[in-house]
């Protein structure tokens, strides 16, 4: 069994307790306007030039099967439609302008990768994360990834939208120590708005979870003017659940636009910030209504 990531972040102190390794995962069902992984919304391995690290070496036209590179007058050209996405002209770039997203490993191939970093976490109460994207579109590899490292003693976290089926929720229950759930609004017409799908499924898989005694720590991405009127609604949902650990409320960033420059994407990041008065009206709100701490 094989599945398609795109990262594997060492070190990583902000998906889950202590210190971290977070194996970010190829596909996504949802299209946030926000988002900061563009290249994991699709499931097909992708190509990232970023130009202004190119150094004109010409590497990559050597290597390049379908001519899709090419240096003009000391400017790389690229032309996507003859892209195949072999990931041969990354692997030679001197200047790391070429990014590959989306090799494929198999769970003998991650698991002892996972494994090095042990003693961090152990020595910091940390563990792994699956990440995306959205993880559990390649649901089967997670439950396999998630059970090898149960056996080996090491903490889980997983990280899901929600907008999955209830099957493969059920698969990586038992092997799952902690879900990081993200709510990006409460109202359906404000998710299809912001994510292109409604949110009744996303809603309906938090209180199942919670109904397994699931740990469960929830992600709200503040983003002004898309979903900042959903702090009352989401914080009365919230409110009624037993096993939710804490509440993130997650600042909007814009430092993901060269990303979609690099894939060739539209850049929808929305240009207003929060600010930090906003964020913490936002974390006072929550926390009167649900009676938990939140973090940032």
């Given at each position: ?116 970093d ?44 929600g907008?999955?089926s ?49 740990k ?11 979903n ?23 600042a ?45």
């Amino acid at each position: 069994m094989k599945a398609k990531i795109f990262e594997i972040k060492r070190f990583a102190v902000h998906d889950g307790d202590g210190i971290r390794t977070t194996v970010f995962f190829k596909g996504c069902p949802l299209r946030c306007v926000w988002c900061h992984n563009p290249e994991g919304i699709s499931k097909k391995a992708q190509l990232g030039l970023y130009s202004h690290k190119c150094i004109g070496c010409g590497e990559c036209v050597k290597v390049c099967k379908t001519g899709a590179h090419s240096i003009e007058n000391g400017i790389h050209m690229f032309d996507r439609d003859r892209c195949i996405a072999c990931g041969a002209c990354a692997e030679v770039c001197l200047g790391d302008a070429l990014t590959f997203y989306g090799r494929e490993v198999t769970v003998d191939e991650l698991l002892p990768l996972l494994l090095e970093d042990r003693d961090f976490y152990e020595s910091s109460g940390g563990g792994v994360t699956l990440s995306g994207g959205e993880c559990l579109t390649q649901a089967d590899f997670c439950a396999e990834l998630l059970g090898r490292l149960k056996n080996e003693g090491v903490h889980t976290a997983l990280d899901t939208c929600g907008y999955i089926s209830r099957e493969m929720l059920d698969k990586v229950i038992p092997y799952t120590d902690l879900f990081l759930y993200d709510v990006k609004s409460y109202g359906s017409d404000v998710h299809r708005k912001c994510t292109g799908h409604p949110n009744e499924r996303i809603i309906e898989n938090l209180r199942y979870l919670d109904s397994k005694g699931c740990k469960i720590e929830i992600r709200y991405p503040y983003v002004p003017e898309y979903n900042s009127g959903e702090v009352e609604g989401i914080a009365e949902l919230l409110s009624g659940l037993k096993n939710v650990m804490r509440i993130r409320v997650l600042a909007y960033h814009n430092y993901a636009g060269s990303k979609y420059s690099a894939l060739g994407m539209e850049n929808t990041l929305p240009e207003r910030l929060p600010t930090l008065d906003e964020l913490e009206g936002v974390r006072q709100k929550i926390e009167k209504i649900t009676n938990i701490k939140t973090t940032d």
